[in-house]
């Protein structure tokens, strides 16, 4: 490390922010540091049966500083003065009202536990109501200002997230001047911004999710917001009309940050964006390759030419934004708005007899950690057939194909020899072929692809669900060797940022930590789970027609 200089990745989660110190000549990490959100842990703020999920600034600010310096006192006194540069990745679209100075109205007197005034996490579907009404209020228009987005608007987005709020809050309504992307604050934070008209907006987050496009010259006009709801009258020109790309500096660590981190001020602080687009750039992502990040819910990023998709747009994705994953290329992103979470929730309701009823800490403790890997276990060897018991993975809404998460989940076929293995089973195939409809729908609007990479908690760590992924898809599947994808991408954009590197082509290709493994599929089960596949589809389209 004699001739090194280094970078920091800043991976901020659902669950915590994680931050890793990297070598920029091999990628190799240096040291790391995950904080999980402690008021987040409680449940503050929460009300999972209305779907509300908000997240207080001080967490991610406590989290931000506990994790450099403990990354800095791991790695030894020399090293600090070598750092060059930051790069962070959010979950997204999380936004948050702000006054003037692009404060959360958290961190005012007043607003300290209103969870309006909080971050409105990603899997928030309290707008659902506000999504429904852009997705008709669009259809009068002449310019489409959805064709970017899949031609679908979903209430863990932006706009649907601002109106909800704004109706819903009188107090924050007097208060809210502007609505920030988690991504861009950071990085605002970090720089000492304190005018919000300066704050450096990723196209990451205005792209994907606040219909941004340079296709119809930024935002969509305020008559468009203002005649849907008079309450956003005015908020464009209290947003921005430039957007940056993530290897494009935000500005140098402000003096109060410094001395917090114990760091120069000449560190470059870089652009800011959304997790599963760094991630798929720290995953080493090629052209028209499915970069799966997988784990509460999953984004799929797929990147091509610009030129090869002039003409194209995909209906029912997340959005396709040049810039947005590699600058210079179109950036695509899909996903499922529950993976890991439709585990998590099978665990949970298996585990709530132990978590009541047993007095044992360190039980209750070991049922928890053992669940997932034990129903996998015994999963994996249970016969394939046609009609076993069949799931749709719809617990948290669908993402997509077709964003609309007012749909619910099912599981059909069961009798007296169900056991939690075999229901296990069926909601690891559901995901599964949550996964390969996205396929299906990249494949139908002509985008090929050519293979699948995974990347995040899930692949690395579940062989079974991996397995099963790769019979359904009838693809093989490469599993990348980093296990930090998301905070390596996010140093691989400070490398960037900081001028060591030109392109974010070549942080990938100097600093990607490459493959491990490659799950091929079974050709004895991939027919049978094709017309299993087929069946979720029906069962699919049944859900929806009672959901109307």
């Given at each position: 490390?004699?001739?090194?200089?280094?970078?920091?990745?800043?991976?901020?989660?659902?669950?915590?922010?994680?931050?890793?110190?990297?070598?920029?000549?091999?990628?190799?990490?240096?040291?790391?540091?995950?904080?999980?959100?402690?008021?987040?842990?409680?449940?503050?703020?929460?009300?999972?049966?209305?779907?509300?999920?908000?997240?207080?600034?001080?967490?991610?600010?406590?989290?931000?500083?506990?994790?450099?310096?403990?990354?800095?006192?791991?790695?030894?006194?020399?090293?600090?003065?070598?750092?060059?540069?930051?790069?962070?990745?959010?979950?997204?679209?999380?936004?948050?009202?702000?006054?003037?100075?692009?404060?959360?109205?958290?961190?005012?007197?007043?607003?300290?536990?209103?969870?309006?005034?909080?971050?409105?996490?990603?899997?928030?579907?309290?707008?659902?109501?506000?999504?429904?009404?852009?997705?008709?209020?669009?259809?009068?228009?002449?310019?489409?200002?959805?064709?970017?987005?899949?031609?679908?608007?979903?209430?863990?987005?932006?706009?649907?997230?601002?109106?909800?709020?704004?109706?819903?809050?009188?107090?924050?309504?007097?208060?809210?001047?502007?609505?920030?992307?988690?991504?861009?604050?950071?990085?605002?934070?970090?720089?000492?911004?304190?005018?919000?008209?300066?704050?450096?907006?990723?196209?990451?987050?205005?792209?994907?999710?606040?219909?941004?496009?340079?296709?119809?010259?930024?935002?969509?006009?305020?008559?468009?917001?203002?005649?849907?709801?008079?309450?956003?009258?005015?908020?464009?020109?209290?947003?921005?009309?430039?957007?940056?790309?993530?290897?494009?500096?935000?500005?140098?660590?402000?003096?109060?940050?410094?001395?917090?981190?114990?760091?120069?001020?000449?560190?470059?602080?870089?652009?800011?964006?959304?997790?599963?687009?760094?991630?798929?750039?720290?995953?080493?992502?090629?052209?028209?390759?499915?970069?799966?990040?997988?784990?509460?819910?999953?984004?799929?990023?797929?990147?091509?030419?610009?030129?090869?998709?002039?003409?194209?747009?995909?209906k029912g994705i997340c959005g396709q934004v040049p810039g947005s994953v590699i600058p210079g290329m179109m950036g695509l992103e899909a996903g499922?708005?529950?993976?890991?979470?439709?585990?998590?929730?099978?665990?949970?309701?298996?585990?709530?007899?132990?978590?009541?009823?047993?007095?044992?800490?360190?039980?209750?403790?070991?049922?928890?950690?053992?669940?997932?890997?034990?129903?996998?276990?015994?999963?994996?060897?249970?016969?394939?057939?046609?009609?076993?018991?069949?799931?749709?993975?719809?617990?948290?809404?669908?993402?997509?194909?077709?964003?609309?998460?007012?749909?619910?989940?099912?599981?059909?076929?069961?009798?007296?020899?169900?056991?939690?293995?075999?229901?296990?089973?069926?909601?690891?195939?559901?995901?599964?072929?949550?996964?390969?409809?996205?396929?299906?729908?990249?494949?139908?609007?002509?985008?090929?692809?050519?293979?699948?990479?995974?990347?995040?908690?899930?692949?690395?760590?579940?062989?079974?669900?991996?397995?099963?992924?790769?019979?359904?898809?009838?693809?093989?599947?490469?599993?990348?060797?980093?296990?930090?994808?998301?905070?390596?991408?996010?140093?691989?954009?400070?490398?960037?940022?900081?001028?060591?590197?030109?392109?974010?082509?070549?942080?990938?290709?100097?600093?990607?930590?490459?493959?491990?493994?490659?799950?091929?599929?079974?050709?004895?089960?991939?027919?049978?789970?094709?017309?299993?596949?087929?069946?979720?589809?029906?069962?699919?389209?049944?859900?929806?027609?009672?959901?109307?």
């Amino acid at each position: 490390m004699a001739g090194s200089s280094f970078v920091i990745g800043v991976d901020y989660g659902t669950d915590s922010v994680r931050s890793v110190l990297v070598d920029t000549i091999d990628g190799k990490e240096i040291a790391s540091s995950v904080f999980y959100y402690p008021r987040w842990k409680k449940g503050s703020f929460c009300n999972p049966s209305v779907n509300q999920f908000r997240q207080h600034p001080l967490d991610y600010m406590e989290g931000l500083e506990t994790t450099i310096t403990a990354c800095l006192q791991q790695a030894g006194k020399d090293i600090a003065g070598r750092v060059k540069a930051i790069g962070i990745d959010t979950t997204g679209s999380s936004p948050v009202a702000v006054d003037k100075t692009g404060t959360p109205l958290a961190l005012l007197p007043g607003f300290e536990d209103n969870p309006n005034a909080m971050f409105v996490l990603w899997k928030d579907h309290t707008s659902v109501k506000e999504a429904a009404e852009i997705n008709k209020h669009a259809a009068r228009f002449e310019t489409n200002y959805l064709q970017f987005v899949g031609g679908i608007y979903s209430s863990e987005w932006f706009w649907a997230k601002l109106l909800h709020i704004l109706r819903e809050d009188e107090m924050l309504r007097t208060h809210c001047y502007s609505f920030v992307e988690h991504c861009d604050w950071i990085p605002f934070l970090l720089t000492g911004g304190n005018d919000v008209h300066k704050m450096k907006r990723g196209v990451c987050s205005a792209g994907h999710k606040a219909l941004w496009a340079s296709g119809f010259g930024g935002l969509p006009p305020n008559e468009f917001f203002s005649s849907l709801d008079p309450l956003l009258d005015g908020f464009t020109k209290r947003l921005f009309t430039e957007t940056y790309t993530a290897d494009e500096p935000a500005g140098n660590l402000s003096t109060e940050w410094a001395a917090k981190l114990g760091l120069s001020t000449d560190v470059v602080i870089a652009v800011g964006a959304f997790d599963a687009h760094m991630g798929a750039v720290g995953g080493q992502v090629e052209p028209y390759h499915l970069s799966k990040v997988m784990g509460t819910s999953t984004c799929d990023m797929l990147v091509a030419p610009v030129e090869e998709m002039e003409g194209k747009l995909v209906k029912g994705i997340c959005g396709q934004v040049p810039g947005s994953v590699i600058p210079g290329m179109m950036g695509l992103e899909a996903g499922q708005s529950a993976f890991g979470d439709v585990y998590a929730w099978f665990r949970n309701l298996l585990n709530w007899p132990v978590e009541h009823l047993c007095k044992d800490e360190n039980i209750k403790q070991q049922m928890a950690d053992q669940l997932i890997a034990a129903l996998s276990s015994e999963a994996a060897k249970l016969p394939l057939h046609v009609s076993d018991e069949l799931a749709v993975d719809w617990l948290n809404g669908r993402r997509t194909p077709d964003a609309d998460q007012s749909v619910k989940a099912a599981i059909i076929n069961l009798n007296l020899g169900t056991d939690a293995p075999r229901i296990f089973k069926a909601l690891v195939e559901a995901t599964c072929f949550g996964a390969r409809a996205i396929v299906e729908r990249f494949v139908e609007q002509g985008i090929p692809v050519k293979g699948l990479i995974g990347l995040g908690g899930v692949a690395k760590k579940s062989p079974y669900i991996m397995q099963v992924m790769a019979d359904v898809m009838n693809m093989p599947i490469r599993i990348h060797r980093s296990e930090q994808t998301c905070a390596a991408g996010a140093a691989m954009f400070a490398a960037t940022a900081a001028g060591i590197y030109s392109r974010v082509e070549d942080a990938m290709n100097a600093m990607g930590q490459g493959f491990d493994a490659t799950y091929n599929p079974n050709p004895a089960k991939t027919s049978l789970y094709t017309e299993r596949y087929n069946r979720y589809k029906e069962l699919g389209n049944f859900i929806e027609q009672q959901n109307t």
